[in-house]
Nanobody
Framework: QVQPVESGGGSVQAGGSLRLSCTAS?????KAWFRQAPGKEREGVAV????????NYADSVKGRFTISHDNTKNTLYLQMNTLKPEDTGMYYC???????????????????WGQGTQVTVSS
């Protein structure tokens, strides 16, 4: 069983930026970022097909976040700009080794999860 490992979280003022990274030892076809705020459900933030580079984003982060993948290092990134307090939460890296059978933003679509990295945005 492969366990992705996230890094890059921290505390930042509103309007600032952070870059998250996720590494995993296995080969994955689809990777995504999820986040979970206190008292709320885990929600999909962005997804990428590692081979083609195709991406999708939650409406709340479009234009501010960019997901990317370095295929040579098998590392996933999330560049977060113009951060808002509502972006605060635990960010998780999710992955699967084959194509999606359901919506990308559903937690049940992924088989491998990291432990999470905390992102806190203050106003």
């Amino acid at each position: 069983q492969v366990q992705p490992v996230e890094s890059g979280g921290g505390s930042v003022q509103a309007g600032g930026s952070l870059r998250l990274s996720c590494t995993a030892s296995g080969a994955f076809y689809i990777k995504a970022w999820f986040r979970q705020a206190p008292g709320k459900e885990r929600e999909g933030v962005a997804v990428i097909v590692t081979g083609s580079g195709a991406t999708n984003y939650a409406d709340s982060v479009k234009g501010r976040f960019t997901i990317s993948h370095d295929n040579t290092k098998n590392t996933l990134y999330l560049q977060m700009n113009t951060l808002k307090p509502e972006d605060t939460g635990m960010y998780y890296c999710a992955a699967r080794t084959w194509g999606l059978s359901g919506p990308w933003y559903l937690r049940t679509s992924y088989s491998s999860w990291g432990q999470g990295t905390q992102v806190t945005v203050s106003s």
